[in-house]
């Protein structure tokens, strides 16, 4: 695809860029190659710090080639992130539009992940400005596309925290109860559990009560099981990772009982290959798509195809998509 196709169906001379919603590894990467695709097809990159606050608040800085440099494997945001609350109503977000008028911006890179893309939808619908977005989150919820910006690089920290963690469950003979991300999705626990060999990953897609964990680690025990390692999705409706220890050990006290919670850790460090790639793949096509004249959509990898969604079906989480990570997860953990 040359400049002259792109620049044929809708000429645009500057291109604003955010992050919006929690930080994830991999945006930078999709920060330079927004930046490094708009200069390459003659178009003039500004980012906006701080999300849709600073997009309300006019806060815009130009980006060069040379002000990407060196971001591509570093973890958060350089553009920063923050949630705004004006910017959920119409107002706040007319505010928005005049700010990038005036500024001269023909259309905006959006990259964060459900709550970004539903402020991205109603501003434009509302006014009508080109707005694509780029999945960046780590819990992986978003429908279309098969992966998030972040999500291997965060399921990896866990990876490598259980591993360690199950060093010392087999030292001591205990149970670790350790609680990740994913408020309204099991996909980091589902994947998490499978990759570390947890004896049960508590999610709501799995659907595992405290009687039916009770029931999984008992058989543990008598196949002469002495340390077992339980992943627990922040959002299970037993409750978190220490409510749930409390509740089993009030049923089978066999096993000395520990609780990890990974918190925020998941979210830092450098990005995994895998992000690097996705990210620059995302954002080459979230600038070359708005060239072409397409707006109020994501960009997202389907079968290792890019491809386009609008807001309206990306923002339905796709956590049925977990089926067979739950009976997977199932069958290996006997």
Same mark, same amino acid.
């Given at each position: 695809?040359?400049?002259?196709?792109?620049?044929?169906?809708?000429?645009?001379?500057?291109?604003?860029?955010?992050?919006?919603?929690?930080?994830?590894?991999?945006?930078?990467?999709?920060?330079?190659?927004?930046?490094?695709?708009?200069?390459?097809?003659?178009?003039?990159?500004?980012?906006?710090?701080?999300?849709?606050?600073?997009?309300?608040?006019?806060?815009?800085?130009?980006l060069h080639v040379r002000s990407v440099a060196k971001i591509l494997g570093r973890g958060?945001?350089?553009?920063?992130?923050?949630?705004?609350?004006?910017?959920?109503?119409?107002?706040?977000?007319?505010?928005?539009?005049?700010?990038?008028?005036?500024?001269?911006?023909?259309?905006?890179?959006?990259?964060?992940?459900?709550?970004?893309?539903?402020?991205?939808?109603?501003?434009?619908?509302?006014?009508?400005?080109?707005?694509?977005?780029?999945?960046?989150?780590?819990?992986?919820?978003?429908?279309?596309?098969?992966?998030?910006?972040?999500?291997?690089?965060?399921?990896?920290?866990?990876?490598?925290?259980?591993?360690?963690?199950?060093?010392?469950?087999?030292?001591?003979? *205990? =149970?670790?109860?350790?609680? +990740?991300? @994913?408020?309204? $999705? /099991?996909?980091?626990?589902?994947? &998490? %559990?499978?990759?570390?060999?947890?004896?049960?990953?508590?999610?709501?897609?799995?659907?595992?009560?405290?009687?039916?964990?009770?029931?999984?680690l008992k058989l543990g025990q008598a196949s002469n099981k002495t340390s077992s390692i339980?992943?627990?999705?922040?959002?299970?409706?037993?409750?978190?990772?220490?409510?749930?220890?409390?509740?089993?050990?009030?049923?089978?006290?066999?096993?000395?009982?520990?609780?990890?919670?990974?918190?925020?850790?998941?979210?830092?460090?450098?990005?995994?290959?895998?992000?690097?790639?996705?990210?620059? *793949? =995302?954002?080459?096509?979230? +600038?070359? @798509?708005?060239? $072409? /004249?397409?707006?109020?959509?994501? &960009? %997202?990898?389907?079968?290792?195809?890019?491809?386009?969604?609008?807001?309206?079906?990306?923002?339905?989480?796709?956590?049925?998509?977990?089926?067979?990570?739950?009976?997977?997860?199932?069958?290996?953990?006997?």
């Amino acid at each position: 695809m040359t400049n002259d196709d792109l620049h044929d169906e809708l000429f645009m001379k500057k291109i604003a860029v955010l992050t919006s919603g929690g930080d994830s590894p991999g945006m930078n990467a999709a920060i330079r190659a927004v930046v490094r695709t708009a200069v390459y097809h003659d178009c003039e990159a500004v980012g906006v710090f701080q999300g849709f606050q600073g997009l309300i608040a006019g806060d815009f800085k130009r980006l060069h080639v040379r002000s990407v440099a060196k971001i591509l494997g570093r973890g958060g945001t350089i553009l920063k992130s923050a949630r705004c609350d004006e910017f959920r109503e119409e107002q706040g977000r007319r505010k928005a539009h005049q700010q990038l008028v005036e500024q001269g911006v023909d259309a905006l890179v959006v990259i964060g992940g459900n709550g970004t893309f539903t402020g991205a939808m109603h501003f434009s619908k509302e006014t009508g400005f080109p707005v694509i977005g780029i999945p960046g989150t780590i819990d992986n919820d978003l429908s279309g596309s098969d992966f998030t910006i972040g999500f291997d690089s965060a399921t990896n920290t866990v990876v490598e925290a259980v591993d360690k963690i199950r060093d010392t469950a087999d030292s001591h003979n *205990r =149970l670790f109860f350790v609680e +990740v991300m @994913g408020r309204d $999705s /099991g996909f980091i626990a589902l994947h &998490a %559990g499978i990759a570390t060999g947890a004896v049960a990953v508590m999610t709501k897609e799995s659907e595992i009560t405290i009687e039916h964990l009770v029931d999984i680690l008992k058989l543990g025990q008598a196949s002469n099981k002495t340390s077992s390692i339980v992943i627990v999705a922040e959002g299970h409706p037993e409750g978190g990772a220490f409510e749930i220890a409390k509740k089993v050990y009030s049923l089978d006290s066999a096993y000395e009982t520990r609780v990890t919670v990974l918190g925020h850790l998941q979210r830092g460090g450098d990005p995994t290959c895998a992000d690097r790639v996705l990210a620059s *793949r =995302l954002g080459v096509s979230a +600038v070359e @798509g708005l060239l $072409s /004249g397409k707006k109020n959509v994501m &960009a %997202g990898v389907i079968n290792d195809q890019l491809v386009f969604f609008p807001f309206e079906e990306v923002v339905h989480n796709k956590t049925a998509s977990l089926e067979d990570e739950v009976r997977i997860a199932k069958i290996l953990s006997i």
